[in-house]
């Protein structure tokens, strides 16, 4: 930066330099003088031009990266916003569950901070996977074991032991599921 502010100056004292020799001429100035210096004050007029530029694409650089900055470090706000509701109601939850002699109160409180979780899901675009019952599939299930079953045709997932879940089609957690076999061992 000192080495531009440097070559600006020099730039700019070789300008003044031109400038007093043609305000030190008379008035019967030679037509090639006359385009000599008219040359040199647009070539002083780009200079500036171009160094105007120069410190507009320098700030524009300085402030990108400071608004990347700002997008890395504040990216999640949204996230955070949508959550704290349903951290607020786990809270009361737990504080009613403290002093709470009725157990269905409890229950419809975790059924609606369920729900309210469930909200904040669709919001993000976050979609459950949720197999039960249908054909296996590698690309969204994580088969834990299989079990012989002769009620379901083998490949068939019996039972979902953890859901699994997309974001925007894309799969974040694949389904850990149980898949049935045929009853005679082969599958």
Known sequence: MNEEKEGTEEIAAQDEDVAASAAGESDDTSPE???V?????EVKQLRDEALRARAEAD?????????VEAAHKYGQERL???LLPVKDSLD???AAAATASDIESLREGMTLTAKM?????DKMAVKA?????ERFDPELHQAMTMEESG????????RVMQKGYLLNDRLLRPALVVVAKAADGGA
């Open 33 to 35: 003088q006359a385009e």
């Open 37 to 41: 210096e008219r040359l040199a004050l």
């Open 59 to 67: 700030n524009t650089r300085k402030r990108a990266e400071r608004d």
């Open 80 to 82: 955070v916003n949508e």
């Open 151 to 158: 009620e379901v045709a083998p490949g068939t997932v019996l």
């Open 129 to 133: 996977v949720d197999p039960q019952g």
């Open 117 to 121: 979780f469930g909200d904040f899901l």
């Open 92 to 94: 009361l939850g737990l």
